[in-house]
Protein backbone atom coordinates (compact mmCIF):
# COMPACT_ATOMS: atom_id res chain seq x y z
CA UNK A 1 0.00 0.00 0.00
CA UNK A 2 1.18 3.63 -0.89
CA UNK A 3 1.42 5.46 2.67
CA UNK A 4 -1.63 7.45 1.46
CA UNK A 5 -3.75 4.26 1.38
CA UNK A 6 -2.18 3.36 4.18
CA UNK A 7 -3.20 6.58 6.08
CA UNK A 8 -6.96 6.19 4.59
CA UNK A 9 -6.85 2.40 6.18
CA UNK A 10 -5.82 4.24 10.01
CA UNK A 11 -8.05 6.45 9.68
CA UNK A 12 -10.93 4.20 8.76
CA UNK A 13 -10.00 1.97 11.76
CA UNK A 14 -9.78 4.96 14.58
CA UNK A 15 -13.43 5.91 12.75
CA UNK A 16 -14.82 2.80 13.15
CA UNK A 17 -13.39 2.25 16.76
CA UNK A 18 -15.21 5.55 17.71
CA UNK A 19 -18.43 4.27 16.52
CA UNK A 20 -18.02 1.24 18.66
CA UNK A 21 -17.80 -1.18 15.53
CA UNK A 22 -13.57 -1.99 15.89
CA UNK A 23 -11.73 -4.27 13.39
CA UNK A 24 -9.41 -6.92 14.34
CA UNK A 25 -6.01 -7.89 12.99
CA UNK A 26 -7.86 -10.66 10.38
CA UNK A 27 -10.46 -7.81 8.89
CA UNK A 28 -7.18 -5.18 8.93
CA UNK A 29 -5.76 -7.90 6.35
CA UNK A 30 -9.06 -8.10 4.49
CA UNK A 31 -9.37 -4.26 4.10
CA UNK A 32 -5.42 -4.31 3.08
CA UNK A 33 -5.80 -6.89 0.63
CA UNK A 34 -8.89 -5.46 -0.47
CA UNK A 35 -7.30 -2.06 -1.21
CA UNK A 36 -4.24 -3.25 -2.82
CA UNK A 37 -6.15 -6.06 -5.64
CA UNK A 38 -4.02 -8.61 -3.92
CA UNK A 39 -3.02 -10.93 -0.60
CA UNK A 40 -1.10 -9.13 1.84
CA UNK A 41 0.84 -11.69 4.06
CA UNK A 42 -0.07 -12.94 7.64
CA UNK A 43 2.48 -10.62 9.15
CA UNK A 44 1.18 -7.11 7.54
CA UNK A 45 -1.43 -6.23 9.34
CA UNK A 46 1.44 -6.47 13.00
CA UNK A 47 3.58 -4.84 10.67
CA UNK A 48 0.77 -1.78 9.96
CA UNK A 49 0.39 -1.10 13.31
CA UNK A 50 4.00 -0.82 14.28
CA UNK A 51 4.33 2.36 11.32
CA UNK A 52 1.21 3.20 12.92
CA UNK A 53 1.29 4.52 16.48
CA UNK A 54 -2.16 6.28 16.61
CA UNK A 55 -3.51 2.64 16.74
CA UNK A 56 -3.35 0.35 19.12
CA UNK A 57 -4.55 -3.67 19.36
CA UNK A 58 -6.70 -3.55 22.91
CA UNK A 59 -9.01 -6.39 24.25
CA UNK A 60 -12.39 -5.36 23.62
CA UNK A 61 -15.63 -5.87 25.40
CA UNK A 62 -19.23 -5.92 25.06
CA UNK A 63 -20.69 -2.33 26.17
CA UNK A 64 -24.43 -1.18 26.70
CA UNK A 65 -25.73 -0.02 22.95
CA UNK A 66 -26.95 3.43 24.97
CA UNK A 67 -23.62 3.95 26.28
CA UNK A 68 -21.90 3.77 23.32
CA UNK A 69 -24.27 5.35 20.90
CA UNK A 70 -25.49 8.74 23.03
CA UNK A 71 -24.46 12.05 24.12
CA UNK A 72 -22.56 11.21 27.06
CA UNK A 73 -19.45 12.44 28.97
CA UNK A 74 -16.85 9.25 27.20
CA UNK A 75 -18.03 10.13 24.06
CA UNK A 76 -17.63 13.79 23.72
CA UNK A 77 -14.32 13.65 25.32
CA UNK A 78 -13.41 10.96 23.08
CA UNK A 79 -14.55 13.12 19.95
CA UNK A 80 -12.76 16.24 20.59
CA UNK A 81 -9.57 14.20 21.45
CA UNK A 82 -10.10 12.83 17.56
CA UNK A 83 -10.79 16.73 16.61
CA UNK A 84 -7.67 17.78 18.47
CA UNK A 85 -5.77 15.46 16.68
CA UNK A 86 -7.19 15.48 13.02
CA UNK A 87 -7.31 19.49 13.40
CA UNK A 88 -3.30 19.83 14.06
CA UNK A 89 -2.01 21.74 11.41
CA UNK A 90 -5.13 22.17 9.50
CA UNK A 91 -6.23 26.11 8.83
CA UNK A 92 -10.16 27.71 9.77
CA UNK A 93 -11.15 27.33 6.21
CA UNK A 94 -10.28 23.82 5.47
CA UNK A 95 -12.63 22.26 8.12
CA UNK A 96 -15.95 20.99 6.50
CA UNK A 97 -19.12 20.00 8.12
CA UNK A 98 -21.19 17.80 5.45
CA UNK A 99 -24.60 16.87 6.13
CA UNK A 100 -27.95 16.42 4.35
CA UNK A 101 -31.76 17.87 4.62
CA UNK A 102 -35.17 16.90 3.74
CA UNK A 103 -37.03 19.30 2.94
CA UNK A 104 -41.13 18.78 1.78
CA UNK A 105 -42.09 20.27 -1.57
CA UNK A 106 -45.06 22.00 -0.19
CA UNK A 107 -42.72 23.82 2.89
CA UNK A 108 -43.59 20.95 5.19
CA UNK A 109 -46.14 21.94 8.43
CA UNK A 110 -47.07 25.86 8.54
CA UNK A 111 -47.78 27.13 11.75
CA UNK A 112 -47.93 31.35 12.26
CA UNK A 113 -50.18 33.87 13.94
CA UNK A 114 -53.01 35.30 11.42
CA UNK A 115 -55.96 37.45 11.17
CA UNK A 116 -59.21 36.14 11.23
CA UNK A 117 -62.95 36.41 12.41
CA UNK A 118 -62.96 36.66 16.09
CA UNK A 119 -65.68 33.98 15.64
CA UNK A 120 -63.09 30.96 13.56
CA UNK A 121 -61.87 29.07 16.15
CA UNK A 122 -59.53 26.93 14.34
CA UNK A 123 -57.64 28.92 11.39
CA UNK A 124 -56.14 26.79 8.50
CA UNK A 125 -53.88 27.67 6.19
CA UNK A 126 -53.79 26.34 2.23
CA UNK A 127 -50.82 24.35 1.59
CA UNK A 128 -49.14 23.19 -1.57
CA UNK A 129 -50.23 20.05 -1.68
CA UNK A 130 -46.92 17.81 -2.77
CA UNK A 131 -45.65 16.32 0.19
CA UNK A 132 -43.05 14.78 -1.37
CA UNK A 133 -39.38 14.63 0.28
CA UNK A 134 -36.17 16.46 -1.99
CA UNK A 135 -32.65 15.80 -0.23
CA UNK A 136 -30.16 18.35 -0.22
CA UNK A 137 -26.53 18.09 0.67
CA UNK A 138 -24.57 20.81 2.15
CA UNK A 139 -21.30 21.37 3.31
CA UNK A 140 -19.69 24.56 5.25
CA UNK A 141 -16.39 25.44 6.73
CA UNK A 142 -15.79 26.98 9.96
CA UNK A 143 -15.00 30.74 8.41
CA UNK A 144 -18.59 30.46 6.78
CA UNK A 145 -17.79 29.56 3.51
CA UNK A 146 -19.96 26.51 1.72
CA UNK A 147 -19.39 24.80 -1.99
CA UNK A 148 -22.29 23.44 -4.61
CA UNK A 149 -24.74 21.85 -3.32
CA UNK A 150 -26.34 18.84 -4.18
CA UNK A 151 -29.73 17.63 -4.78
CA UNK A 152 -30.69 14.06 -4.41
CA UNK A 153 -33.91 12.59 -6.01
CA UNK A 154 -35.58 9.28 -5.57
CA UNK A 155 -34.94 6.98 -9.02
CA UNK A 156 -32.67 4.49 -10.35
CA UNK A 157 -31.14 6.96 -12.70
CA UNK A 158 -30.82 11.20 -13.04
CA UNK A 159 -33.74 12.71 -13.51
CA UNK A 160 -33.40 15.24 -16.82
CA UNK A 161 -35.74 17.12 -15.36
CA UNK A 162 -34.14 18.35 -12.48
CA UNK A 163 -31.23 18.75 -14.61
CA UNK A 164 -32.66 20.68 -16.71
CA UNK A 165 -34.56 23.25 -14.64
CA UNK A 166 -31.52 23.72 -12.42
CA UNK A 167 -30.93 27.62 -12.90
CA UNK A 168 -28.24 27.59 -9.72
CA UNK A 169 -26.06 25.00 -11.29
CA UNK A 170 -26.63 22.12 -8.15
CA UNK A 171 -24.97 18.71 -8.47
CA UNK A 172 -27.90 16.35 -9.52
CA UNK A 173 -27.69 12.64 -7.94
CA UNK A 174 -30.06 9.90 -7.58
CA UNK A 175 -30.22 7.27 -5.28
CA UNK A 176 -33.31 4.31 -4.96
CA UNK A 177 -34.83 5.96 -1.88
CA UNK A 178 -34.11 9.54 -2.18
CA UNK A 179 -31.51 10.01 0.54
CA UNK A 180 -27.54 9.74 0.51
CA UNK A 181 -25.82 6.15 -0.39
CA UNK A 182 -22.16 5.05 -0.70
CA UNK A 183 -22.58 5.42 -4.18
CA UNK A 184 -23.62 9.16 -3.90
CA UNK A 185 -21.43 10.14 -1.04
CA UNK A 186 -18.29 8.77 -3.66
CA UNK A 187 -20.05 10.99 -6.32
CA UNK A 188 -20.28 13.55 -3.98
CA UNK A 189 -16.95 13.73 -2.49
CA UNK A 190 -14.60 12.76 -5.98
CA UNK A 191 -17.03 14.81 -8.03
CA UNK A 192 -17.98 18.20 -5.83
CA UNK A 193 -16.17 18.35 -2.71
CA UNK A 194 -12.43 17.76 -3.38
CA UNK A 195 -11.99 19.67 -6.64
CA UNK A 196 -14.34 22.55 -5.04
CA UNK A 197 -11.78 22.48 -2.19
CA UNK A 198 -8.91 21.91 -3.82
CA UNK A 199 -9.20 25.39 -5.46
CA UNK A 200 -9.51 26.85 -1.85
CA UNK A 201 -6.86 24.96 -0.32
CA UNK A 202 -4.04 25.24 -2.48
CA UNK A 203 -2.07 21.67 -1.06
CA UNK A 204 -3.03 22.09 2.59
CA UNK A 205 -4.60 20.09 4.56
CA UNK A 206 -8.05 19.89 4.92
CA UNK A 207 -10.38 18.00 7.46
CA UNK A 208 -14.40 17.02 6.44
CA UNK A 209 -16.67 16.27 9.61
CA UNK A 210 -19.62 14.06 8.76
CA UNK A 211 -22.28 11.94 10.79
CA UNK A 212 -21.52 8.23 10.99
CA UNK A 213 -23.83 7.15 8.78
CA UNK A 214 -22.24 4.03 7.30
CA UNK A 215 -22.65 5.70 3.49
CA UNK A 216 -19.61 8.01 5.07
CA UNK A 217 -17.22 5.13 6.68
CA UNK A 218 -16.96 3.02 3.45
CA UNK A 219 -13.64 2.11 2.90
CA UNK A 220 -13.53 3.83 -0.37
CA UNK A 221 -14.70 6.53 0.91
CA UNK A 222 -11.75 7.05 3.30
CA UNK A 223 -9.01 5.81 1.31
CA UNK A 224 -9.67 8.29 -1.83
CA UNK A 225 -10.17 11.44 1.00
CA UNK A 226 -6.57 10.04 2.07
CA UNK A 227 -4.94 10.09 -0.76
CA UNK A 228 -6.54 13.60 -1.48
CA UNK A 229 -4.97 14.77 2.00
CA UNK A 230 -8.05 14.67 3.39
CA UNK A 231 -9.02 13.35 6.87
CA UNK A 232 -12.23 12.35 7.67
CA UNK A 233 -13.37 12.62 11.36
CA UNK A 234 -16.95 11.10 12.07
CA UNK A 235 -19.26 12.13 14.89
CA UNK A 236 -20.08 10.16 17.92
CA UNK A 237 -24.05 8.13 16.79
CA UNK A 238 -26.78 10.19 18.49
CA UNK A 239 -24.66 13.45 19.09
CA UNK A 240 -25.31 15.22 15.71
CA UNK A 241 -27.75 17.54 17.37
CA UNK A 242 -24.70 19.03 19.64
CA UNK A 243 -21.81 18.44 17.66
CA UNK A 244 -22.68 19.04 14.13
CA UNK A 245 -22.87 22.66 12.88
CA UNK A 246 -25.44 21.97 10.18
CA UNK A 247 -27.78 20.49 12.71
CA UNK A 248 -27.26 22.91 15.48
CA UNK A 249 -27.19 26.58 13.31
CA UNK A 250 -27.65 26.20 10.00
CA UNK A 251 -30.70 23.78 8.87
CA UNK A 252 -33.11 24.88 11.32
CA UNK A 253 -33.32 28.79 9.37
CA UNK A 254 -32.74 27.04 6.62
CA UNK A 255 -35.71 25.31 6.73
CA UNK A 256 -37.68 28.46 8.03
CA UNK A 257 -36.38 30.24 5.02
CA UNK A 258 -37.73 27.57 3.13
CA UNK A 259 -41.20 27.40 4.44
CA UNK A 260 -41.40 31.18 4.37
CA UNK A 261 -40.12 30.86 0.30
CA UNK A 262 -42.93 28.64 -0.64
CA UNK A 263 -45.54 30.18 1.43
CA UNK A 264 -44.54 33.22 -0.61
CA UNK A 265 -44.65 31.31 -3.80
CA UNK A 266 -48.04 29.70 -3.55
CA UNK A 267 -50.08 32.67 -2.72
CA UNK A 268 -48.70 34.21 -6.09
CA UNK A 269 -50.68 30.86 -7.51
CA UNK A 270 -47.44 28.44 -8.55
CA UNK A 271 -47.03 25.10 -7.26
CA UNK A 272 -43.91 23.78 -6.15
CA UNK A 273 -42.08 21.11 -8.89
CA UNK A 274 -39.16 20.39 -10.37
CA UNK A 275 -39.41 23.29 -12.57
CA UNK A 276 -39.39 25.78 -9.29
CA UNK A 277 -37.98 23.69 -6.59
CA UNK A 278 -34.47 25.04 -7.12
CA UNK A 279 -34.99 28.48 -7.58
CA UNK A 280 -37.10 28.81 -4.82
CA UNK A 281 -34.26 26.87 -2.87
CA UNK A 282 -31.68 28.88 -4.03
CA UNK A 283 -33.28 32.11 -2.33
CA UNK A 284 -34.10 30.42 0.90
CA UNK A 285 -30.32 29.39 0.70
CA UNK A 286 -28.60 33.21 0.03
CA UNK A 287 -31.49 34.50 3.15
CA UNK A 288 -29.91 31.08 5.58
CA UNK A 289 -26.64 29.99 4.69
CA UNK A 290 -24.78 33.34 6.05
CA UNK A 291 -21.17 33.68 7.10
CA UNK A 292 -22.38 34.64 10.50
CA UNK A 293 -24.78 31.73 11.32
CA UNK A 294 -22.32 29.36 9.50
CA UNK A 295 -19.30 30.70 11.78
CA UNK A 296 -21.90 30.65 15.18
CA UNK A 297 -22.74 27.08 14.50
CA UNK A 298 -19.35 25.88 14.33
CA UNK A 299 -18.52 28.09 17.35
CA UNK A 300 -21.62 26.38 19.42
CA UNK A 301 -20.30 23.16 18.40
CA UNK A 302 -17.16 24.08 19.79
CA UNK A 303 -15.36 22.90 16.82
CA UNK A 304 -13.77 26.35 15.78
CA UNK A 305 -12.56 27.50 17.87
CA UNK A 306 -11.74 24.62 19.58
CA UNK A 307 -13.26 24.54 23.05
CA UNK A 308 -14.43 21.19 24.31
CA UNK A 309 -16.11 23.00 27.29
CA UNK A 310 -18.99 24.20 25.34
CA UNK A 311 -20.68 21.17 25.20
Known amino acids: LSPAEEAGLAMYCQNKGWRGEPVDLAEI ?20 LKRHPELKNRWAKAGESKRASGLNRSNV ?27 QENGGSIRKRVIVGRT ?26 SISRLLIHEGA ?34 AVFDPETA ?49 VGVFGPLAREWRKKVDEWSKMGYKISKNTFLSIYSMARKEALTKDTICSAFKHCGIEPYNPEVI
Open 29 to 48: RKLASSICGGIVGENWPSSF
Open 77 to 103: DSFFQALAEARTGVDADCIWNCDEKGL
Open 120 to 145: QKDPKVTANESKKMVTILECVNATGG
Open 157 to 190: EKDGEWIRSNPCGAVIASSPNGWTDADVARVWLE
Open 199 to 247: IQAQGRKRLLILDGHNSHCTLEFVVYAARKNITVLLLPPHTTHCLQPLD
